[in-house]
């Protein structure tokens, strides 16, 4: 049977006439809905451990927009958490994470089989889900790339160039490539868990990918990102995948045969022209509007949307912001946007 769902097709190479349209972080703190319901919850962890909650908020921006496609509600960080780190949420702040800086604390960590004991919630979201979306929405899980992940393990926190991360790939290369070995299978375990309880589609997030330079970017981004892939077709080898290595600029190019992933979502540091030139004629791109514009809305808003549909127009394309949408956006900016994909 011909695949009907927009999304499906783009991934699977066709050019549609207007790109189905979804957006990073569309469950989140710019709508009222979520806050309440998060409010409901406690705090983001128990939102996120909660299968009823969690579809509830993944529902919420398909309600009110009707995007092509819905993603889990959940977080890359839980991964490190299934794996044994302590992890909580600093309001204001974001993420902290006990560190993995040794052959010790690495040791201390779970083995990747027991993973599923923590992360089963998210699985049962994905079936609430996967009943509840309406027909032609397509069901997004998602993981954290291992290098991104690392970068938090490693750090215990968000950093702004991934420093304490870069000095252990340094100073222990071992520790190092040990710990992102162990994130990689438990990714693979994570994702396929996702696909058996209905995702239709992955995505990896490797928000820091651009923070590697050299040989460093092909073996700690590309390469396993191509192993989790792999592994992914192996056991479902009709489940696209989308690869998001964030800030790879040029390095763009080639990078679907290199992963081997159905998609690469770009950011903003790319034009939508080169990417056309440079990235799509190797199959289908995702991206990428400068989710500022979600802030500022207006003209700039409706110009930028227009460029980024007509320089992608000749080959498969989602739209998508090149970032999560962020707190301070203007629900009715997001409506534009639509608006102006889907009417030109
Ligand atoms: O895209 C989606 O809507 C799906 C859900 C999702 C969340 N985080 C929910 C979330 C996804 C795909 C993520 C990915 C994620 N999480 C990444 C990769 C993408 C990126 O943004 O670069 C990263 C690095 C994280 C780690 C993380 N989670 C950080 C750094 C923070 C704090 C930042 C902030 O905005 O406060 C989070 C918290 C988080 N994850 C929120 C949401 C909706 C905000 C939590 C809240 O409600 O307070």
Redesign the pocket.
């Known amino acids: 049977m011909a695949q009907q769902k927009t999304i499906l097709r783009a991934l699977a190479g066709e050019t549609l006439p207007t790109p189905p349209i979804w957006m990073?972080?569309?469950?989140?703190?710019y709508l009222p809905e979520y806050k309440a319901t998060?409010a409901q919850a406690g705090d983001?962890l128990s939102l996120c451990y909660n299968p009823d909650l969690a579809a509830e908020v993944t529902l919420q921006p398909i309600r009110r927009y009707g995007f092509d496609a819905a993603?889990?509600?959940?977080?890359?960080?839980l991964l490190p958490q299934a794996l044994g780190a302590d992890l909580w949420?600093v309001t204001g702040e974001?993420?902290r994470l006990s560190t993995i800086t040794s052959a010790d604390d690495l040791c201390a960590l779970k083995p990747a089989s027991a993973i599923h004991d923590t992360l089963s919630p998210i699985y049962e979201t994905v079936k609430i889900l996967s009943r509840e979306l309406p027909a032609e929405t397509t069901l997004i899980g998602?993981a954290?790339a291992p290098w991104?992940v690392a970068t938090?393990m490693i750090a215990g926190q968000?950093t702004p160039d991934q420093g304490p991360a870069h000095a252990l790939k340094a100073e222990n290369r071992a520790v190092f490539e040990a710990l992102l070995d162990l994130i990689t299978i438990g990714t693979i375990d994570y994702l396929s868990e996702q696909i058996k309880a209905g995702a239709e589609v992955v995505k990896l997030?490797d928000?820091w990918a651009g923070s590697l330079q050299g040989d460093d970017f092909t073996n700690y981004a590309v390469k396993p990102a191509a192993r989790i892939t792999a592994a992914l077709k192996a056991r479902h080898p009709d489940t696209p995948v989308i690869a998001f290595p964030?800030g790879a600029g040029e390095r763009y190019a080639g990078l679907h045969a290199a992963i081997g992933a159905d998609c690469i979502a770009l950011d903003d540091g790319v034009s939508a022209d080169w990417a056309a030139a440079n990235v799509q004629p190797d199959g289908c791109v995702q991206g990428n509007l400068k989710s500022s514009h979600m802030v500022t809305g207006g003209d700039d808003l409706i110009r930028e949307t227009r460029h980024i549909v007509d320089a992608l127009s000749n080959g498969p394309h989602i739209f998508n912001l090149g970032?999560?949408i962020t707190?301070d956006a203007d629900p009715e900016n997001v409506q534009l946007m639509i608006d102006t994909v889907r009417g030109g």
């Open positions: 990073m972080r569309q469950a989140g703190r998060r983001f993603i889990l509600f959940a977080d890359i960080l949420f974001g993420p998602f954290g991104t938090y968000g997030f928000s964030r970032h999560g707190p």
